[in-house]
Antibody, heavy 120, light 111 residues
Framework: QVQLQESGPGLVKPSETLSLTCTVS?????????WGWIRQPPGKGLEWIGN???????YYNPSLKSRGTMSIDTSKNQFSLNLSSVTAADTAVYYC?????????????WGQGTLVTVSS | QSVLTQPPSVSGAPGQRVTISCTGS?????????VHWYQQFPGTAPKLLIS???NRPSGVPGRFSGSKSGTSASLAITGLQAEDEADYYC???????????FGGGTKLTVL
């Protein structure tokens, strides 16, 4: 059974960089899947942040205006998200996810989510 | 304002049939991109409910079904049960935005 677990600070100051890591268990980070991040502001809907492939190639939601950076570490079975210049609008529950390639970005596994609050 | 439009809320009595619409445009659903549906209970991560427009993953009851026509998609729930009370989201891809997009979500209330 695939499991994903987010980790990182729950509080980030405005203008700083939000950094999260997702640890994958039960399945090695391999080709054939994308590994991504989705966020949900409190009481609001879902927003796709971006995703990364085993090869290291990435896709980011243009709405982030180039603030996002993702990386993958196959030796640790982890992938990470950095979001720079955060504001209160970046306060959200952040989910790391997995989905099979070629399925229209279908997400079949989600982490439990971690709340990140942007506040001074 | 979401690219994919869902009604904020729908409701139905136990045993009834309800549908949740997901209205898009020619740059997303109308362009042929797949639509997926997710179910989310409060405080938990969403769960895949319908994939590729009308496919139920293993373990999803047959009461749930999806369809797609033109620039819209729909999720239907028959034989409504109290445990179906949750938020539902549609997802697709938009070629104009070059982005994976979600609907704004629909809260289902079982009366």
């Amino acid at each position: 059974q695939v499991q994903l677990q987010e980790s990182g600070p729950g509080l980030v100051k405005p203008s700083e960089t939000l950094s999260l890591t997702c640890t994958v268990s039960g399945n090695s980070i391999s080709s054939g899947y994308f590994w991504g991040w989705i966020r949900q502001p409190p009481g609001k809907g879902l927003e796709w942040i971006g995703n990364i492939y085993h090869s290291g190639s990435t896709y980011y939601n243009p709405s982030l205006k180039s603030r996002g950076t993702m990386s993958i570490d196959t030796s640790k079975n982890q992938f990470s998200l950095n979001l720079s210049s955060v504001t209160a609008a970046d306060t959200a529950v952040y989910y790391c996810v997995r989905g099979p390639n070629g399925t229209g970005w279908r997400v079949d596994y989600w982490g439990q989510g971690t709340l990140v609050t942007v506040s001074s | 304002q979401s690219v994919l439009t869902q009604p904020p809320s729908v409701s139905g009595a136990p045993g009834q049939r309800v549908t949740i619409s997901c209205t898009g445009s020619s740059s997303n659903i109308g362009a042929g991109y797949d639509v997926h549906w997710y179910q989310q209970f409060p405080g938990t991560a969403p769960k895949l409910l319908i994939s590729g427009n009308n496919n139920r993953p293993s373990g999803v009851p047959g009461r749930f079904s999806g369809s797609k026509s033109g620039t819209s998609a729909s999720l239907a729930i028959t034989g409504l049960q109290a445990e179906d009370e949750a938020d539902y989201y549609c997802q697709s891809h938009d070629s104009s935005l070059s982005a994976v997009v979600f609907g704004g979500g629909t809260k289902l209330t079982v009366l």
